[in-house]
């Protein structure tokens, strides 16, 4: 049986969310969002995390900026360090600046304002032996190396190809952390980068489409508890074969900008690990 390790979110709440422009193919500014659904769907994952054991920190929503309730794009923290992000888009900008905030007003001494465009968490993926980092959509090849430097550990980089899947975290999530487990959708990559998937991890759960296309691989997992969206119910046996403990959650609303589960969970990776 897996064991879970208790983890440390930061998550932000959706109480401005709205769908007002569109920036990723979920996206249809035309469609209603229920904003009241949204704040109670993402209050029970927020306690669900903590009924497992982790800490969720909160960072304050502002209003103008729809999408920080995906917290996990605000930054990358690793081994207590912490890389800001800078956003591709202008309608997200202004939420970089904030995450760097709460970052220096909570004791983080280690915080980079970084150079060159990343999506924190969106495109980067921490493994026990890399760092794994999407570019394509969003993240530019530069902020790659940029993180290899700034946290010391080697950084993959992987070329997304399909406009739905323009983050890495929604083609990719890290299933075992202390190991090198993972679970993607391959038709999310280039064919070069499947190739580099295949040989660092042979042994992946691979989703399918249908389970991608519910964003199934927006998922978190603590070591033993992998919280994913409902929809994906493929990943499910899969998930139990692994010795893993599928835990569905309701993000229907979230899912209308493009987000789930991991989009709004950002990790916040202590010194010792
Ligand atoms: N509407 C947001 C965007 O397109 C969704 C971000 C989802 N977050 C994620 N980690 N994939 O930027």
């Given amino acids: 049986m897996r064991r879970a390790t208790p983890r440390r979110y930061l998550m932000c709440p959706p109480t401005h969310f709205q769908v007002t422009y569109r920036i990723n193919p979920w996206m249809d500014p035309a469609k209603p969002v229920d904003r009241v659904l949204a704040v109670f769907q993402w209050e029970e994952l927020r306690d669900r995390y903590r009924a497992l054991g982790h800490t969720v920190e909160v960072l304050d929503p502002l209003p103008e900026l729809p999408d920080m309730v995906f917290a996990a794009n605000g930054a990358t923290v690793v081994g207590g360090r912490v890389l800001g992000a800078r956003f591709a888009n202008p309608e997200r900008t202004e939420e970089a600046p904030a995450h760097l ?20 968490e969106g495109d980067f993926a921490v493994t026990a032996s890399w760092i794994l980092a999407g570019q394509g959509f969003r993240s530019s090849p530069l902020a790659h190396d ?6 010391g550990r080697p950084v993959i980089s992987l070329e997304l190809t399909d406009p739905r899947y323009y983050h890495l975290d929604t083609a990719l999530a890290v299933l075992d952390d202390a190991g090198d487990e993972i679970m993607y959708y391959p038709g999310a990559f280039s064919p070069t980068s499947r190739d580099v998937l295949a040989r660092l991890f042979p042994d992946a759960l691979l989703a399918t489409a249908e389970d991608a296309a519910v964003l199934g691989l927006n998922a978190v997992s603590d070591g033993r508890n992998v919280l994913l969206p409902r929809a994906a119910r493929g990943l499910r046996d899969p998930l139990r074969a692994r010795g ?6 309701d993000v229907s609303e979230l899912h209308k900008a493009g987000g789930s589960v991991k989009c709004c969970t950002q990790e916040l990776r202590p010194a010792a690990r």
């Fill in 146 to 151: 940029e993180a290899q430097v700034f946290f």
């Fill in 244 to 249: 893993f403990e599928p835990v569905p959650m």
């Fill in 101 to 120: 905030a709460w970052f220096r007003a909570n004791g983080f001494g280690d915080v980079r304002e970084p150079e060159h465009v990343n999506e924190g």
